[in-house]
């Protein structure tokens, strides 16, 4: 039987995020070597990593269309751990099961639940390309996002709202390989870099289930916003813990410090932010 943790479980909840990064990456060997499965590639330029506020979501997206346009090198991006969380059937409940998980709007719940997510807005902006075919936009791929609420708790697990299941759901690349999802800014829980999950699937139809995925990894935070989006009423749990943690003791990101994982930034607290990464697969 599978191992399942309340989120308030802090050392549970971090022994079930680590243990399966090594066979995960194990895993991408073999995808790499053949198996038939799709490999998880993230796209990036020499500035991927850094933040802007100059930016607009539409000259984010523009950019990044001519990233892959300009045929952007491909680095294989390493998967991670989907954690004990996901709300998909891997681990206890699953929402990919409801129809109306498929939507761009992800701070309500869904389904009997009524609740909503407070927090900065954050629009999550995945571009999808396919490595196969020289890493030209991928249309009709699906995408499952969920994330921690603003003090760090996940929908679904943890104590107070497990009726709720927002900050959950799935969307379609569009033909130019673009879908996009609006949340808030996920908190900071102790002993983890703030981060999204994320899960692809070939296509809507087999988003129905953890186990068909065919990538599985995270996006990362710069901590310069995050420090900026935990000053902010309602931050103050993920605040002090963000002092408490570095990419480096990630246990997660800090082989790599998630260099291929590491979202652009742009916004502000009163606009909201906009959060972009480019993965191949």
Same mark, same amino acid.
């Given at each position: 039987?599978? =191992? ?75 998967p991670e751990t989907g954690g004990p969380f996901p709300g998909d059937g891997t681990n206890g409940p699953n929402l990919l099961t409801e129809g109306s998980v498929v939507r761009q709007d992800i701070r309500t719940s869904i389904g009997s639940a009524s609740g909503t997510a407070a927090g900065i807005t954050l629009t999550v902006n995945l571009t999808l390309v396919d490595s196969d075919a020289g890493c030209v936009p991928l249309p009709g791929a699906a ?9 760090? =708790? ?26 996009? +999802? $609006? $949340?808030?800014?996920?908190?900071? %829980?102790?002993? =983890?870099?703030?981060?999204?999950? +994320?899960?692809? %699937? ?18 990362? +935070? ?16 993920? =605040? ?23 979202? $652009? ?17």
């Amino acid at each position: 039987m599978e =191992r399942q943790c309340n989120s308030d479980d802090v050392e549970c909840a971090l022994a079930l995020d680590l243990t399966p990064i090594m066979l995960q990456r194990r895993n991408l060997l073999r995808l790499i070597a053949g198996s038939g499965l799709i490999a998880l590639v993230g796209c990036s330029s020499d500035d991927s990593a850094s933040s802007s506020t100059d930016s607009t979501p539409a000259d984010a997206a523009a950019d990044a269309a001519a990233d892959v346009s300009a045929g952007t090198s491909c680095e294989v991006t390493p998967p991670e751990t989907g954690g004990p969380f996901p709300g998909d059937g891997t681990n206890g409940p699953n929402l990919l099961t409801e129809g109306s998980v498929v939507r761009q709007d992800i701070r309500t719940s869904i389904g009997s639940a009524s609740g909503t997510a407070a927090g900065i807005t954050l629009t999550v902006n995945l571009t999808l390309v396919d490595s196969d075919a020289g890493c030209v936009p991928l249309p009709g791929a699906a995408v499952h996002v969920w994330h921690a609420t603003a003090d760090g =708790r996940y929908s679904m697990y943890s104590n107070g709202i497990t009726d709720e299941n927002y900050l959950r759901g799935v969307q379609e690349s569009s033909d130019n390989g673009m879908l996009s +999802f $609006t $949340t808030i800014h996920p908190g900071c %829980y102790q002993g =983890r870099w703030p981060h999204i999950h +994320f899960e692809v %699937y070939a296509d809507l139809a087999s988003a129905t289930n953890g186990g068909n995925a065919i990538a599985t990894s995270q996006l990362a +935070f710069p901590r310069e916003t995050c420090e900026v989006v935990y000053g902010a009423a309602g931050y103050e749990t993920s =605040r002090s813990n963000l002092e408490r943690v570095s990419l480096e003791s990630d246990n997660v990101f800090g082989d790599d410090g998630a260099v291929h994982q590491m979202a $652009t930034m742009s916004g502000d607290n009163a606009s909201g932010w906009v959060a972009d990464l480019t993965v191949t697969v």
